[in-house]
């Protein structure tokens, strides 16, 4: 059977799978954490008084970088006065738009490429030539290419996006095993049940992967991206307080990065442990 259909078989079999699977997890958390996650906001935390005492003594001159305390006055007065809303607005925009085509050319290449021999020839050698490119490389390409409008920045978001999730979805799609496709004989699974029992489900694993790396990506393409003469956004923001030496304007458009960074990758662990939950099922029906 499927990879599938035997998660759901275990799950049937045991009667008690959901409390199982919940102390099954419990354990794992427990394990990998070891402390409660309260404990994980002390470094932070603590660097931060550190960051602030260094700055009150006079360690840390204003002008090289500011307090937390500034940082935040600072980040409320961009709130209130509406330039930071704004400024990720724009950001947020050219990230989703960017995220949305590097998506579709990754799935496309990869799902062609993991399912064929001869597109395998064509499409992966480019692929694996622009991994080997640096983003920063193609930047003087892309404004005589495309200017310097919204276009190229969007693009360019796109090729952050598009070569780490080809990769892993590439990978994903080949380490589907083998014998499954010996089931898929036996059972005379057409190429869509093949694709959609089979292939899919064995490559989900990988294909998230690259998913939340294709995310870190993303945001660092954009920050490159809204370096090429924008006049708006998070990277506009940071640009005009380096001309004014605000260092706590430059530090909250930094944070807010980081955040977006933090926020999105969160959401994929979550859609991974939702994705994946015939996995967690099929592993410990193994098991026992």
Do not use: C
């Amino acid at each position: 059977m499927t990879t599938t259909h035997l998660a759901r078989t275990a799950a049937a079999a045991e009667p008690t799978a959901p409390a199982a699977r919940a102390a099954s997890r419990r354990r794992v958390r427990a394990d990998f954490n070891g402390l409660p996650w309260e404990w994980r906001v002390l470094t932070p935390l603590a660097l931060a008084a550190v960051w602030q005492l260094a700055s009150a003594v006079g360690w840390l001159k204003p002008q090289t970088l500011a307090p937390p305390s500034a940082i935040l006055h600072r980040a409320a007065l961009l709130v209130q006065d509406g330039t930071l809303p704004q400024a990720l607005l724009h950001s947020v925009t050219r990230a989703g738009l960017g995220f949305l085509l590097g998506s579709v050319i990754a799935i496309a290449a990869g799902l062609a490429v993991g399912l064929s021999r001869a597109a395998d020839a064509v499409v992966d050698p480019p692929m694996q030539m622009l991994r080997a490119v640096p983003l920063l490389g193609v930047v003087p390409l892309f404004i005589i290419w495309f200017g310097i409008g919204e276009f190229s920045k969007v693009l360019l978001v796109a090729l952050g996006v598009a070569v780490p999730l080809y990769l892993n979805l590439v990978a994903g799609l080949r380490s589907v095993d083998p014998q499954l496709y010996d089931v898929a004989d036996s059972l005379r699974l057409t190429n869509r049940e093949r694709l959609q029992h089979i292939l899919l489900p064995g490559a989900l694993p990988g294909a998230l992967v690259g998913l939340r790396q294709a995310l870190a990506f993303a945001w660092l393409a954009l920050i490159v991206a809204e370096q090429i003469s924008a006049t708006s956004g998070l990277g506009f923001m940071i640009n005009n307080a380096r001309d004014f030496l605000q260092t706590d304007t430059i530090v909250v458009g930094l944070v807010t990065y980081a955040l977006l960074g933090l926020v999105t990758d969160g959401l994929v662990r979550l859609l991974e442990r939702r994705a994946l939950r015939w996995r967690d099922v099929a592993t410990e029906g193994a098991a026992r």
